[in-house]
């Protein structure tokens, strides 16, 4: 399988291999929103829950044909044609005076189901259709996040700092806005796509955030997702109407994360701290290519929140050592970042962080003062908690360590917490 990211990098790098894996949960998940884009795209957008049905069918009909088979070769074609063929069933019976209709048949062609690497990606294509200006911002994200990116409700739950019941019910209104406000699907004109740009860049932020914190399961990380995320700003890069400040420094923030992918997973599978890490295993390719772009970034017109991120990042990556760590400077990024996005989890973070300056009596007593909606259901701030407990030598570690196992989903997580505790 021809990797996208290495295609996009290879302009600022030379020798890059990460192979992305073939394994049936990347291909569903990556197959899911190019499936909706191009069906959307030929039958619009009224039949949009018609065609979610059939996509979901498709892939529950390969799930269980190649669980015993070997996948095709051409999965991606396999998947479109059977989803085809059901939205047609589907709107057959729907309608007992819908005929056959040639011309449609005409234009299903197998050939035209390819990932193009241009702007006219389908998936980037259906998001940037998807931030259409007629419904708000919060609808257009998470129609992205949920069509588009594949995300479950709890991961959009997680993601979104929303409780599971408000995400349902917001994705179903946003649906519904969409289907009655947006005519047909439409990629916006060339001079329309960077009034559209700031939202499609947060839709490929959360994907990556999603993909380097694995919400459940055995998997603490889930590259192809990260790799995908940059693939997609790749694309953006490459044009000129989108190829903008935030974006390159977004990308900056992607590579500086994602370099130490190898180094936050032991060979067993298993969650290493930062402090642990063997720098020798950090990607320090990928660390170059993030200083490229860091340097692209540069504006006059005020650093926005993926500058601030970046630059946090870029101090871990471009430390000699845990020891050498500008506390104090990433101390001071975090009170920028904060006063310009109030967030639960860049406040988390920040704590963290003022604990390594000002002790961890001070960032415990800040921790306490934060409003309850921050921690009802947030295992990190009892993560945290319990992790500046135990250092101050409090008995409560124990009990705050276990409230964070209990509300954490990913089996790997759990196993660090365990151990922490």
């Not at 993601?159 to 599971?164: A, S, T």
């Not at 935030?246 to 402090?275: T, W, Y």
């Not at 921790?367 to 250092?391: A, F, Q």
Request: include cysteine.
């Amino acid at each position: 399988m021809k990797n996208p990211l290495k295609s996009f990098l290879s302009g600022f790098l030379v020798g890059m291999s990460t192979p992305i894996t073939t394994q049936i949960d990347h291909l569903f998940r990556n197959e899911y929103a190019k499936l909706i884009s191009y069906l959307t795209s030929k039958f619009g957008v009224s039949h949009m829950d018609c065609i979610e049905d059939a996509v979901q069918d498709a892939l529950l009909k390969a799930m269980q044909l190649w669980s015993y088979n070997e996948i095709p070769n051409e999965p991606g074609k396999w998947l479109y044609r059977v989803s085809y063929n059901k939205v047609i069933d589907s709107l057959r019976r729907q309608s007992k005076t819908l005929m056959f209709n040639p011309e449609i048949m005409t234009n299903y062609l197998e050939e035209d189901y390819e990932l193009e690497q241009s702007i006219e990606d389908p998936q980037l294509q259906m998001i940037f259709a998807c931030c259409h200006p007629s419904i708000s911002e919060n609808d257009q994200i998470m129609l992205s996040l949920n069509l588009l990116c594949g995300f479950s409700i709890p991961e959009m739950s997680r993601v979104l700092l929303k409780k599971p019941e408000a995400i349902k019910k917001g994705l179903s209104r946003a649906k519904k806005q969409f289907k009655t406000k947006v005519d047909h699907l439409a990629v916006p004109s060339k001079t329309e796509l960077p009034e559209r740009l700031n939202t499609v860049l947060k839709v490929i932020y959360l994907l990556f955030t999603n993909g380097y914190n694995a919400y459940k399961g055995n998997e603490l990380i889930k590259r192809e997702v990260c790799e995908d995320a940059i693939r997609l700003a790749g694309l953006l890069h490459v044009n000129a109407h989108c190829s903008t400040p935030q974006l390159h420094a977004l990308i900056a923030l992607m590579c500086f994360n994602l370099s130490r992918f190898e180094a936050r997973i032991s060979p067993k599978g298993d969650l290493v701290a930062m402090e642990n890490q063997n720098r020798q295993l950090w990607d320090r390719d990928l660390i170059q290519v993030g200083n490229k772009f860091i340097l692209l970034a540069n504006t006059t017109n005020g650093y926005s929140k993926f500058h601030l991120e970046a630059a946090i990042a870029r101090e871990y990556a471009l430390s000699s050592s845990y020891r050498t760590i500008n506390w104090s400077a990433i101390l001071a990024i975090y009170d920028v970042l904060i006063g310009q996005n109030q967030s639960a989890t860049l406040t988390l973070n920040r704590l963290v962080v003022l604990s390594k300056v000002k002790g961890e009596q001070r960032a415990l007593n800040e921790l306490n003062l934060l409003d309850e909606k921050v921690h009802l259901t947030n295992h990190h701030y009892y993560s945290i908690k319990g992790d500046l407990e135990k250092k101050l030598q409090l008995p409560t570690y124990k009990i705050s360590l276990e409230k964070a196992i209990s509300l954490t989903q990913n089996e790997k997580e759990k196993a660090f917490l365990t151990q922490k505790l």
